[in-house]
């Protein structure tokens, strides 16, 4: 079974930086695009990055471009989301997903707060 855990979330003031990070298990996963969504109160689960299998190849929600940057380490099995210039909007709960056979895989999820 897929294990994803999700780590690095914390409150930050407006403008602040945050490194999230994700560590995998129990798949292969240096073959598997890795993304990360979230979801704020009341609101619906949304799409923030995606990056590919390799690293070469990354997407970003119109949102977070130019302020969030997704990396990987396959050789740690780990997925990072560098959060900088953070604003109030960005607080949510952030979840690392893999579609592993069809079936999309999510983590806990990692609190993110934005706050003064």
């Known amino acids: 079974q897929v294990q994803l855990v999700e780590s690095g979330g914390g409150l930050v003031q407006p403008g602040g930086s945050l490194r999230l990070s994700c560590a995998a298990s129990?798949?292969?996963?240096?073959?598997?695009?890795m993304s990360w969504y979230r979801q704020a109160p009341g609101k619906e689960r949304e799409f923030v990055a995606r990056i590919g299998s390799t690293g070469s190849n990354t997407n970003y929600a119109d949102s977070v471009k130019g302020r969030f940057t997704i990396s990987r380490d396959n050789a740690k099995k780990t997925v990072y989301l560098q959060m900088a210039s953070l604003k109030p909007d960005d607080t949510a709960v952030y979840y690392c997903n893999v579609r592993w056979f069809g079936n999309d895989y999510w983590g806990q999820g990692t609190q993110v707060s934005v706050s003064s």
């Open positions: 129990r798949f292969t996963f240096s073959n598997y695009v």
